[in-house]
């Protein structure tokens, strides 16, 4: 059975957020700990991990193309919100960090054909 949801004013985020889920690997004092990128937007990203740092805690992210600081907004079972300290492209991270779209990626670059004329 399917559930509806409101959405509270105090759940509108200023920036959209786009679902994902890959790898990565959170830095907080000093000690690495590996996460999952659960859902990411220009300026934060969803994490989902074990043992994830407290509530204002400075953090790095770190996954292919995406070195970035940030803070520790809210942590509740497993779950945290991080706000990142600069702005993001969070479809080239998602593009960058996706298994869907290692496809792409490791695909070779196509040689022209040479032309052939028909006399």
Do not use: C
């Amino acid at each position: 059975m399917a559930h509806a949801t409101r959405v509270s004013k105090t759940d509108l985020r200023r920036d959209v957020r786009f679902a994902t889920e890959f790898n990565a690997t959170l830095r907080a004092d000093g000690l690495p700990r590996g996460v999952i990128v659960g859902d990411i937007s220009a300026h934060g990203a969803l994490i989902k991990g074990r043992f994830l740092p407290m509530v204002g805690a400075k953090i790095q992210l770190i996954a292919r193309s995406l070195i970035i600081g940030g803070r520790v907004m809210w942590r509740n079972d497993g779950l945290a919100g991080v706000s990142f300290e600069r702005t993001v492209n969070p479809l080239q991270i998602v593009r960058e960090n996706s298994d869907y779209f290692d496809g792409f990626r490791k695909r070779r670059a196509v040689r022209p054909v040479s032309p052939v004329f028909v006399s």
